[in-house]
């Protein structure tokens, strides 16, 4: 659970967290099980518009984490286990992102020169690409506090707005040159900033953008929480200007000349894909909408029927991993529209049960007794100790250097 300072859970942010990435994975199952191609686009489209505001809220959520949990930890001078833990959640990551290639590799779906082109990050996997960029993400993370500490929210916020500011810039850039006479440098520009073709999602210079504004979201949430009535006010200001702000950018870019055509290139994935900045503000407020009332309902009126579901934001990058890979595996069945709508629910179904299962694996009883798999990731986390020290170093360096420039 998401706890404030003062150990209060936040019980709401769990839930929004689990829910989209249930959302996501559902998004997955119907698209694995062809459910949408029965109707014609438009059909389904509001329904997509709407499931792909997932992938933001999660983003977002991750950085109101950093706001949250480890920005404390690092003012209290915890730098060293705050790094540690964070670099520690980027290795596993990218180890689970390495798992769904070998994954598709073993079911023929994938060559080894491709796999291991997506291992090197400079190739695209179909669903698990939000692994590749969690990796990255997290690595990141460490600096992202240490700049949140130095500079405060001002500046993040200011170079966050100047990256969608710069989109007609940035659009202006020339593809990366052939080599070899193929295409091997699209992918990780699209990866990278948004440029050259074969992008799964958000790039890594945009959607650190979601993770700025998700710090800051989460620094209202800590404002919500506080015992002053000033406090609470200033949160729910921080909250309210940053909605009116995430819908007046929507407005003012939404194409209100064809305006369901806005709708279909957010459900067929192309401006997110183009990194657009529409996708962004609309990402921004769907995740403020989310968070506030999943907070009144969970926290103020302290209702308990959708807890449970917050067992999958415990352990998302499982699911997110082996979750895809069991649709990868999921056997090609030709059905109608009925049949499909079936299949992809009971796969969402498996797919929450394995998670659910692992964490009872991994996580310890109320014996305290850790389980074999437990052990095993423990032993796992002291190896990676080991790999990050000159990384650590390098931190360490970093924030002393930016203390010294302020």
Not at 80 to 106: S, W
Request: net charge positive; proline share 4%; with cysteine.
């Amino acid at each position: 659970m998401l706890k404030t300072s003062r150990q209060k859970r936040i019980t709401g942010i769990d839930i929004c967290r689990s829910v989209a990435i249930l959302l996501a994975m559902f998004s997955h199952s119907l698209i694995e099980f062809n459910f949408y191609q029965f109707r014609d686009f438009d059909t389904y489209a509001p329904f997509r518009f709407a499931i792909q505001m997932a992938p933001p809220i999660f983003i977002c959520l991750f950085g109101a984490m950093l706001e949250i949990i480890y920005k404390p930890q690092f003012e209290r001078g915890d730098k060293e286990a705050v790094f540690q833990k964070l670099f520690n959640r980027a290795i596993q990551c990218y180890v689970l992102y390495v798992v769904t290639l070998l994954a598709q590799l073993a079911l023929g779906q994938i060559s080894l020169g491709y796999m291991l082109r997506c291992a090197l990050m400079i190739g695209v996997s179909p669903y698990a690409d939000i692994l590749k960029f969690y990796a990255v993400a997290l690595a990141l993370s460490p600096w992202l506090i240490s700049l949140r500490v130095s500079y405060g929210p001002v500046y993040l916020l200011g170079a966050a707005l100047t990256v969608h500011l710069l989109f007609p810039v940035l659009q202006m850039i020339p593809k990366p040159p052939l080599v070899f006479g193929k295409d091997y440098l699209g992918m990780p520009a699209g990866f990278l900033y948004g440029g050259g073709e074969g992008v799964g999602g958000p790039s890594i210079l945009h959607g650190m953008t979601f993770v700025v504004i998700g710090m800051i979201i989460g620094r209202a949430v800590l404002l919500s929480f506080d015992e002053q009535s000033a406090m609470r006010r200033k949160g729910a200001a921080i909250l309210g200007a940053l909605f009116v702000c995430s819908l007046a950018v929507s407005a003012l870019l939404w194409d209100f000349q064809t305006p369901f055509q806005t709708v279909r290139n957010i459900a067929n994935m192309s401006l997110r894909n183009l990194n657009h900045p529409i996708y962004f503000s609309l990402g921004i407020g769907a995740t403020i909408f989310c968070v506030v009332i999943c907070i009144w309902l969970f926290d103020v009126q302290k209702y308990s029927w959708a807890r449970w579901i917050s067992f999958l934001g415990k352990a998302s990058l499982f699911t997110f991993s082996f979750g895809n890979i069991l649709l990868y595996a999921a056997p090609d069945v030709g059905v109608d529209k009925t049949s499909s709508l079936v299949f992809s629910l009971i796969a969402l179904f498996l797919i929450c049960l394995q998670t659910y299962v692992f964490i009872k694996l991994v996580v310890p009883g109320k014996t305290g007794r850790m389980s074999v798999l437990g052990g095993l990731q423990t032993a796992f986390q002291k190896f990676v100790r080991v790999l990050q020290l000159p990384l650590l170093n390098l931190s360490e360096l970093l924030a002393s250097k930016l203390a010294n420039e302020r």
